[in-house]
């Protein structure tokens, strides 16, 4: 399974201590340079450690545009690190997509991408049995990653999720 990524997702979990969600799920996500290099700059040491030990040991594997066309389109209303991922997604034909930002899934979902983000990650987690409860990790995205979740959406996970 081809799964590409922006920044958000992978340097939310990493924040939390979380990656080995992504790694249990996906064998490998290819990120884009616009991703690379905003997850090279993550104020949270730890979570930047957590990132390269992840792009050494090579299951994040940063991959080249070769039609950088698509994300200069994309700019126009994504941040470029959302429109790299896109147009990787799309250039390689990817399975999935890694995002969270609204504007940016909208984009990816009419252009005709799966998308997922952290609190898919976090219901598949627990669904397979890797976590037994969301709602610690959602509390964690919060208060550590500053990550929103707005109430409605919460609930509906944790409703999926049996708690």
Same mark, same amino acid.
């Given at each position: ?34 991703? #690379? +290099? !905003?997850?090279?700059? &993550? *104020? ?6 957590? %990132?390269?030990?992840?792009?050494? @040991? $090579? ?22 690190? #959302? +429109? !790299?991922?896109?147009? &990787? *997604? ?6 999935? %997509?890694?995002?969270?930002?609204? @504007? $940016? ?59």
């Amino acid at each position: 399974m081809l799964v590409a990524s922006n920044t958000s997702p992978i340097s939310n979990l990493a924040i939390i201590g979380r990656l080995d969600l992504l790694r249990t799920q996906f064998r490998e996500i290819w990120i884009p340079g616009a991703v #690379e +290099a !905003e997850l090279s700059q &993550l *104020a949270d040491p730890a979570a930047q450690t957590a %990132v390269r030990k992840c792009l050494k @040991d $090579g299951w994040i594997k940063p991959r080249v545009l070769r039609d950088h066309t698509v994300a200069r389109l994309l700019e126009a209303a994504l941040d470029q690190g #959302e +429109a !790299e991922a896109i147009a &990787l *997604a799309l250039e390689y034909s990817a399975d999935i %997509v890694l995002l969270d930002e609204r @504007d $940016g899934r909208r984009a990816a979902e009419r252009a005709g991408l799966s998308v997922t983000g952290v609190l898919g990650v976090l219901l598949q987690a627990r669904q397979s049995g890797h976590i037994e409860k969301v709602k610690p990790d959602i509390e964690a995205l919060r208060s550590r990653a500053n990550f929103f979740v707005p109430a409605r959406l919460e609930e509906s996970v944790l409703r999926a999720a049996g708690e």
